[in-house]
Structure formats: C-alpha cells, structure tokens
C-alpha cells in the first residue's frame, strides 16, 4: 500500500510537467550538477536555481514550483543550455514552466517580470507591432498610480527632449504601426490558440 503512495508521489507531477510543459520531458536528465545556477547573470536572486526545481519536480513539490517566482527571472540569455553538460534546453523549460503557471492562473500575480510580459503580449497582439510609447506609459504606472506619476514627472525632460527632436510624437499613443494585415495576424493568433487548446485537451 505504501509502496503504490510512493510511486504516485515521486510520478504525477513529473508526468504533468512532461505532457505540459515545453521541453518537459528532459527534465529527469538533470543530474544535479549545478553549472546552469552557477552560469545565471541573475543566480544569487533565484528562488530556486534551475537544477533545484528540476529536483523539486520530480519530489512532486507541484505547488511550491508553479507558484514560484524563478521561472519568471529568465532572461533568455542561454548560458545555461550552453554550458549544460547534458544539453538540456534549460531555457525553454523556464519559459514553459512559467507559461504553464500562467495558464493555470497561480503564477505569483505582483511578479514585475509576468506584468511586464502580459502587458508587452497585449500590446504586440493589437497591431502586430509594439507601440513603444504605450508600452513605455505602461510600465510607469505597473505599481500604481502615485508610482507612475512620480515616474512620468522624473523621466519628463527626456520625454520633451525626444519630442523636440522628432524622435517621438505623442500621437503614437493613440496610433503607432502595424502590420498590413492585422485581421489575417489575429486569425494566425486564433488558430494558433486552438491549436494548443487542442493539445492541452489531448494530453
């Protein structure tokens, strides 16, 4: 009886990573070794490095993983797969773990990394091209409205300084460029979606 508890603790988690998540399946590879936290620029910051979330992965430790702030501390800088003795695709795996959390709905809400990451999608899915100038308004008011008034007041005399220069218009805010065909870029967006749904559903 205890034995079949066991084998259910140490496997369902790691099945569920594997079937969703990107690149999953290469996470029983690990072998501990430490070289992906030790190559990360932000490897002192990390909840849990690369190699101890894999091991938490497979210990079952679902919620403590999902709800985790590492995965959203990946820069995509990829010295870590570079440096992987085993070459496991350590980057994509953040990336899917992170994705995986947000589609669940218990990634860590306040994390700035996935604010900013929701917002940029938002903003690029509109056009198909990023509105910098919405983007920029954006993230000064993230934390607050008192906190994003500071900062327009503070970043003011660049703003005025580019405008003098022609290097922005504040009519960008309520334009900005886009792709020719937007309506075919949204049906790509669509399609693309019940592609993964159905997969999801498969899994």
């Not at 947000?102 to 990451?117: E, S, V």
């Not at 949204?186 to 999801?200: G, P, Q, Y």
């Amino acid at each position: 009886m205890s034995t079949v508890k066991i084998e259910a603790y140490r496997n369902s988690f790691l099945k569920e990573v594997e079937a969703n998540v990107e690149e999953g399946s290469w996470v029983k590879m690990c072998m501990q070794c430490g070289v992906c936290s030790g190559s990360c620029p932000f490897g002192p910051h990390w909840d849990h490095p690369p190699q101890e979330l894999f091991m938490m992965i497979r210990a079952g430790k679902r919620d403590e993983v999902l709800q985790s702030q590492s995965m959203w501390m990946c820069t995509s800088c990829y010295n870590c797969i570079v440096r992987c003795p085993r070459e496991l695709p350590i980057t994509h795996i953040m990336h899917g773990l992170a994705n995986y959390a947000h589609r669940l709905g218990i990634a860590p809400k306040n994390q700035p990394t996935r604010k900013f990451a929701t917002m940029f999608w938002k903003n690029l899915s509109k056009k198909g091209r990023v509105n910098e100038l919405k983007l920029g308004v954006a993230l000064y008011f993230m934390n607050g409205f008192v906190e994003g008034i500071k900062t327009a007041l503070k970043m003011a005399p660049l703003g005025l300084n580019m405008i003098k220069t022609k290097r922005m218009s504040p009519m960008e805010y309520f334009g900005g460029h886009g792709v020719k065909d937007t309506s075919g870029l949204h049906a790509i967006l669509k399609k693309a979606r019940e592609i993964e749904d159905k997969k999801r559903g498969m899994a």
